[in-house]
């Protein structure tokens, strides 16, 4: 099994550029999150799509971001117009969240690495 | 809300000593689970050790345990026989329970080093 795909791995790019981060989860997951890690903040939860659904996206900072899941097997984040402070790790995880079992991990990608000057 | 606290923002250990990283949270709920994710240089954000509230019992994965106090609402990693390998940071994680919990709330994380 590959694991979580992102691209690109590092993406450097100039305030006001459309930035567009992408990801293919495990095969047969169907659960989907979006997360931000910044020095001051942390890990933060961005979107979480179940069944290719947006099931909460309370996290998204701003209507800069817009994610979105067209198939299972593809998601991804949209950050327009970029900012400097948007610079962070962007990790997406998948997870095969079943009703029976709740305490399923979650399997992170190697994140992507934004930096907006 | 949930917190997660770290109150280690670096640590150290000599190779094939012992190490404990301390994690405490809060919660109203009685049931829930935790787990330490391992984070290495290369970023990939890597799940190493999971205990369910319910259990009594402290989670054991080869070298890694936890010390789960619940009432103290403490969960703390231990790790035996450290390698250079450990080198990372660590995060411990709360998880709700129920069918339709995802929201994982993470700490700020602990740096470990590994001294040769």
């Known amino acids: 099994d590959a694991g979580v795909i992102q691209s690109p791995r590092h993406e450097v790019t100039e305030m006001g550029q459309e930035v567009t981060l992408r990801c293919k989860p495990i095969?047969?997951?169907?659960?989907l999150f979006w997360y931000r890690q910044t020095m001051m903040r942390g890990l933060e939860l961005l979107i979480y799509?179940?069944?290719?659904?947006?099931?909460?996206d309370s996290g998204m900072p701003e209507d800069r971001f817009s994610a979105k899941m067209p198939n299972a097997s593809f998601s991804t984040l949209k950050i327009q117009p970029s900012e400097p402070r948007d610079s962070a790790v962007y990790f997406c995880?998948?997870?095969?969240?079943?009703?029976?079992?709740?305490?399923?991990?979650?399997?992170f990608g190697p994140g992507t690495r934004l930096t907006v000057l | 809300a949930q917190t997660v606290t770290q109150s280690q923002p670096e640590m150290s250990v000599q190779e094939a000593e012992t190490v404990t990283l301390s994690c405490t949270y809060d919660?109203?709920?009685?049931?829930?689970?935790l787990f330490w994710y391992k984070q290495p240089p290369s970023r990939q954000m890597i799940l190493v050790i999971r205990?369910?509230?319910?259990?009594?019992q402290n989670a054991t994965e080869n070298r890694f345990s936890v010390n789960f106090q619940k009432a103290a609402k403490s969960f703390s990693l231990k790790i035996s026989d450290s390698q250079l390998g450990d080198a990372a940071m660590y995060f411990c994680?709360?998880?709700?329970?129920?069918?339709?919990?995802?929201?994982?709330?993470f700490g700020k994380g602990t740096k470990l080093s590994v001294i040769p």
């Open positions: 995880a998948s997870s095969p969240l079943q009703l029976a079992r709740p305490g399923n991990e979650q399997f």
């Open positions: 095969s047969g997951h169907n659960s």
């Open positions: 799509f179940n069944n290719n659904v947006p099931i909460d």
């Open positions: 919660t109203s709920e009685s049931d829930y689970y």
């Open positions: 205990q369910e509230a319910y259990k009594q």
């Open positions: 994680a709360y998880r709700s329970p129920g069918a339709g919990s995802y929201q994982l709330t």
